[in-house]
């Protein structure tokens, strides 16, 4: 029988709970007795080695007890280690942090040494495994680890094992090894070329598994991690940290790496298996790779949390509220949440601390929302402007990094701001507990919300301060305002909470106010104390149903406790007797060991969903917890079929084209739409590559349940009489009619500032690459281009350009041909030949011929349905069509210039150079080649940057 022990690091608060002995024999008895079946491999594997997933043996000795086992964490990003020893003791250790999770310590290269100094980037390529870094030696790494233990705080290393360094001319690094191209003499990191990947060229297409993982990262040489040697080395550096004593390993650049490799590196390990893995795996929808896959050895980062705190405090707080029942996001007791990291403040995918206020109230709510394990980040300002954002930390003429001084250099230091230092007690407190009494105000950016009967959260995203009165589980009591300044001891804001759990908090504008009972003149007795509590469990898929093992007061059930019922999507349910506030585990069949906290939740409030680590007072199978939003839009006479495409909250987006509408009263569709009550998103299209988005771009936005699109205005209120609404069907797509026509030719009038408008088309689903093929000058004005090969087809679209940032696309909608004949000038679109001449009335053959298209074999490159809601400026002017799409840059490459040589009638050999008509044409072809050039090259720099944030 195991007896649970704590890490001394790892404990930061007495755990006051005491129990009978006589329960915990009878628990361990039923432990010994039990068969139990055994759980699935990997999870074993994590019970075992994480010691971040309670055993059975685990939670049924520590029912009566509350064992935290994941700790908050400390991103220190370019801190030396010098100042992350001294911080450990001074504040870190004090605040209650259990981790700090360090930059890569391994030896790098040194970098350009230029006016601005080396790049903070050097730390992520590897030289060779030597712990002599511009953060500090191996003998001060050594000594972090120790002063930090002191301080009872735990270091995560980031570990770098995807790759060395992208370097082609050979160097030397930081520790004073040479290196050159794919070969590193270590002696730790030992690597010639054989134990390089074969693929040589960067990544460019993330929806291809094998690249993403065997060729470059941004040019980085990549390690064949599939080989045993390279495993080995990775497992002796790893253990080598492990032996100094770090307790865990954030392995960089994981999505680069096969899982089933991750794995086997892993059980190489001896020392390093015990401790705690985090992978970076970005996730990002619609890519093979996931963040699951990687559950097997160790937890993972859940990317989409963060960016659903920056898309909701730049939208609507109230919108965070379900966020961890989510069934989308990673199971919240195998996730790592933060509000930002070192790529993402950077990138701008997430909020940063230059978000100010914002990003100060995204950490309350980091510390107080019941959803994975936090990470706080901390790093040093910069300019978020182009080659700025790389500059390195504050450094010596010779690049080591200075130690952090709070007052005087670029580190930001916001992790001593109240509403991060002061938040790690509370969450160490309250996390087991769960979330109640959620209210939203002021249009859903002001919230208040409880954490069991010890803590209260309220937020004002507004401008505004906000006066309310909120409903709490809290006893009755002054109250410190915990985030209103670091001290606490002669408190800055107070509030008094009265008898019947209720308080008067004025919020002020952009400021949270945190209440916590270990910081309170409490009084009175728990607020709650109801007779019954029904508690909802979301199922897991490997469990056939549920038990809970509860104890009020001093009473135990019997393991494993009370069947759970299977109440309504996955949620099973159990109504008991509680009292008000009472504790509990989930169980199915010896599986206990899904527990965020290692340990029992404490529950109170009469309804309450729990989820894989998250509790919260809401009752998930209530019809208001799933909000029914009737959706009409008004037909399109020349669409065949009409879909909508949607998401909300977290919840991704349907696959395009989404979803069927079914007909109801005459000219209008409808179709309903079940949310979790947050705000819609949505755009329509025909499922032919025809799209509605409202005027300006974007998606229709609305929290209404019932809306109305008609000619692009959003309306409230069903636009039909009931009596003539039809049935809401599930119908099937109409096919759509094809065109009887074999060829479009366009003329189109651009505007003054073109030279040479290009015409980007879509023959159905399948378009030219952007920026498209230039037309060709018909007459005064006039452009021209013959689409070929039409007939049979059910759409055929394009939008216009300039080869550069100006595009016509129409107002988003396209223009769409159907006719043989369409000339396109400011907008409006007639079906004559704006250039022909009445024969005889003038000299023939003004008119110059159109080239003539590449032909169909050109590749269908561009995605025209948009897999991801549409950005609010659609692609940079690009036509709302191509959306946005992971191949472009690649696309781009292979530009339609080739074709162009070979089929435009325009293009001229040397010897065609006789008269002054074909020095003319060359220049105008020479200068279009330039003009496409650079166009191809602005939109690959767009892309490369919008697709930085599914990289690395
Ligand atoms: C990561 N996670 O998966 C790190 O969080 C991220 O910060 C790392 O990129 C990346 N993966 C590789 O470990 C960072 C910078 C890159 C930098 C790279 C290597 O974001 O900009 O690349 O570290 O130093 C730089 C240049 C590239 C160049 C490359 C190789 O920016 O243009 O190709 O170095 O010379
Ligand atoms: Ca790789």
Redesign the pocket.
């Known amino acids: 029988m195991r007896v649970v022990t704590h890490r001394s690091g790892e404990r930061k608060k007495p755990v006051k709970w005491q129990k009978s002995i006589g329960l915990l024999a009878a628990a361990c008895l039923f432990v010994a007795l039990s068969a139990s079946t055994p759980a699935t491999a990997h999870l074993d594997a994590n019970a075992s080695k994480l010691q971040t997933v309670a055993t059975q043996s685990q939670i049924v000795t520590r029912a009566p007890d509350v064992a935290p086992s994941k700790n908050a964490i400390l991103n220190m990003f370019q801190w030396t280690w010098n100042s992350i020893a001294t911080e450990c003791t001074d504040v870190i250790g004090p605040a209650g942090f259990g981790y700090v999770q360090v930059s890569p310590p391994q030896e790098h290269i040194i970098g350009d040494m230029g006016a601005n100094g080396s ?1 903070w ?5 590897p030289v060779s495994y030597k712990l002599e870094s511009k953060l500090g030696t191996a003998e001060e790494f050594a000594a972090m680890v120790n002063t930090c233990k002191a301080a009872n705080v735990s270091i995560i290393a980031d570990a ?1 094992i ?2 060395m ?3 082609t001319t050979p160097g030397t690094g930081w520790g004073g090894t040479p290196y050159s191209l794919e070969n590193y003499p270590g002696p730790e990191g030992q690597y010639t070329s054989e134990h390089f990947h074969d693929c040589k060229t960067d990544i460019a297409n993330y929806g291809d598994r094998e690249e993403v993982q065997n060729c470059r ?4 040489q990549d390690l064949d991690t599939g080989s045993a040697y390279v495993q080995q080395e990775i497992a002796d550096y790893l253990d080598k940290l492990a032996n100094i004593g770090v307790a865990g390993f954030r392995i ?5 790496m096969d899982a089933t490799e991750l794995e086997q590196i892993k059980s190489r390990t001896t020392s390093a298996q015990e401790k705690f893995w985090i992978h ?1 795996v ?1 996730g990002s929808g619609g890519e093979p790779i996931q963040p699951t896959e990687y559950l097997g050895s160790g937890d993972s980062h859940e990317f989409n949390y963060a960016r659903t705190l920056k898309a909701s405090f730049n939208g609507k707080i109230s919108n965070l509220q379900k966020l961890g029942i989510n069934q989308d996001l990673l199971e919240g007791y195998r996730a790592g949440v933060f509000v930002d ?3 993402t403040e ?1 990138n701008q995918e997430t909020l940063s601390h230059h978000a100010g206020n914002k990003y100060l109230q995204a950490n309350v709510f980091l510390f107080s929302y019941p959803y994975g394990s936090p990470s706080a980040y901390t790093g040093y300002e910069f300019a978020n402007d182009g080659i700025a954002r ?1 500059f390195g930390a504050p450094q010596s003429p010779s690049g080591e990094v200075l130690d952090v001084d709070c007052a005087a250099n670029a580190f930001t230091c916001i992790h001593r701001q109240p509403e991060i230092s002061n938040m790690v007690g509370f969450y160490n407190d309250v996390r087991a507990t769960e979330l109640n009494n959620w209210q939203n105000f002021e249009n859903g950016n002001v919230v208040g919300y409880g954490r069991g009967e010890q803590g209260f959260v309220a937020l004002n995203n507004t401008e505004q301060e906000s006066k309310q009165t909120f409903r709490t589980f809290l006893p009755q009591g002054t109250y410190c305002n915990i985030v209103a300044s670091n001290e606490l001891e002669n408190c800055a804001q107070t509030y008094t909470v009265d008898a019947a759990g209720q308080v008067d908090i004025t919020v002020p504008a952009g400021k949270s106010v945190v209440l916590w009972t270990s910081h309170s003149t409490k009084t009175g007795a728990p607020v709650y104390d109801e007779g019954e509590t029904t508690v909802y469990f979301h199922k897991y898929s490997s469990w056939a149903d549920v038990n809970m093992h509860y104890g009020v007061a001093e009473a135990w059930t019997t393991p494993p406790g009370a069947s759970m019922k299977d109440t309504c999507d996955g949620w099973y349910s159990i109504t008991v007797p509680s009292n008000g506030s009472f504790e509990a585990v989930f169980n199915y069949q010896g599986d206990w060991n899904k527990q965020l906290h290692g340990g029992n939740y404490r529950l109170s409030g009469d309804k309450i969903a729990v989820t894989h680590g998250s509790a919260i007072n809401i009752d998930p199978c209530a019809a208001s917890a799933l909000t029914k939003v009737v959706v009409y839009y008004k037909a399109n006479p020349a669409w065949a079929n009409h879909n909508v495409h949607y998401g909300y909250g977290t919840k991704g987006w349907t696959t395009p084209p989404g979803e069927l509408m079914s007909p109801t009263c005459e000219g209008w569709l409808r179709k309903t739409i079940t949310t979790d009550g947050s705000e819609l998103e949505l755009v329509f299209n025909n499922g032919n590559g025809e799209w509605d988005n409202p005027i300006g771009g974007g998606n229709y936005r609305s929290d209404a349940t019932v809306i109305a699109i008609d000619n692009k205005t959003m309306t409230f209120g069903a636009p039909c009489a009931p009596e003539d609404e039809l049935p809401e069907e599930n119908p099937e797509p109409v096919e759509p009619e094809g065109l009887e026509i074999d060829q479009v030719k366009v003329f189109y009038r651009a505007p003054h500032a073109w030279t040479v408008p290009y015409i980007h088309f879509g023959r159905g689903d399948n378009w030219t690459s952007a920026p498209g093929l230039p037309m060709t000058e018909a007459c005064e004005g006039w452009y021209t281009y013959t689409i070929n090969e039409v007939l049979g087809l059910t759409s055929v679209s394009a939008v216009f350009n300039n080869v550069g940032s100006d595009w016509d696309n129409n107002n988003d909608l396209n223009y769409k041909f159907t006719t043989e004949i369409v000339a396109i000038e400011n907008g409006n679109t007639t079906f004559a030949d704006p250039c022909f001449e009445e024969p005889g009335s003038g000299e023939p053959g003004t008119e110059t011929p159109s080239p003539s298209e590449p032909g169909s074999e050109q590749p269908g490159t561009e995605t025209p349905l948009p897999t991801e809601p549409i950005p609010n400026e659609p692609s940079n002017g690009l036509p709302i069509a191509a959306g946005p799409d992971d191949g472009d840059a690649q696309v781009l490459g292979d530009s339609e210039e080739t074709d162009d040589d070979q089929d435009n009638p325009n293009s001229t050999s040397k010897g065609d150079l006789a008269d002054t008509g074909s020095v003319v044409s060359v220049l105008i072809a020479v200068l279009s080649v330039l003009l496409l050039v650079t166009g191809v090259m602005t939109l690959i720099i767009v892309r490369i940057k919008q697709n930085n944030q599914a990289k ?1």
Do not use: C, F, M
Request: no cysteine; hydrophobic share 35%; proline share 3%.
């Open positions: 790049p980037w050097t730390s992520y390529q770098v995807n790759h360094t992208g370097q990262l941004v040019a980085l960089d650049a994981a999505k680069h970076e970005i990291n070192h790529d950077r790389e690395a």
